[in-house]
């Protein structure tokens, strides 16, 4: 069984910076790919960024340039450095994993792909004040 949670939320002003962490346990299975995830309130979840076995790496328009996804799979964790951001980044981040072998752009960008995500944490809240 594997399991997510996520680490690092919190509350920052416009043009600061956090870093979410998300620990995996776990049978992690070679042909993964795992990813952050947010929700707005009242907005559907969207994908924020995608990585996988491989190193590579996807993100969504609205956040590329600033932030970066990253993995250390000696430590099994999942990064997100997020900076200069602003109150459109306030939501729930959520990291999530499949093994499927998704493509990471098919990640970021599909939600159908998403649903079917197996694994989640539970999330970790980011609140951006302008």
């Known amino acids: 069984k594997v399991q997510l949670m996520e680490f690092g939320g919190g509350s920052v002003q416009a043009g600061g910076s956090l870093r979410l962490s998300c620990a995996v346990s776990?049978?992690?299975?070679?042909?993964?790919?795992m990813g952050w995830f947010r929700q707005a309130p009242g907005q559907k979840r969207e994908g924020v960024a995608a990585?996988?076995?491989?190193?590579?790496?996807a993100y969504a328009d609205s956040v590329k340039g600033r932030f970066t996804i990253s993995k250390d799979s000696a430590k099994n964790t999942l990064d997100l450095l997020m900076d200069r951001l602003t109150p459109n980044d306030t939501g729930m981040y959520y990291c999530?994993?499949?093994?499927?072998?998704?493509?990471?752009?098919?990640?970021?960008?599909?939600?159908?792909?998403?649903?079917?995500?197996?694994?989640w944490g539970q999330g970790t809240q980011v609140t951006v004040a302008s």
């Open positions: 999530a994993a499949d093994f499927n072998g998704w493509d990471v752009v098919v990640v970021v960008t599909a939600p159908q792909v998403q649903e079917d995500f197996g694994y």
């Open positions: 776990g049978n992690i299975d070679p042909s993964y790919s």
């Open positions: 990585i996988d076995k491989d190193g590579d790496t």
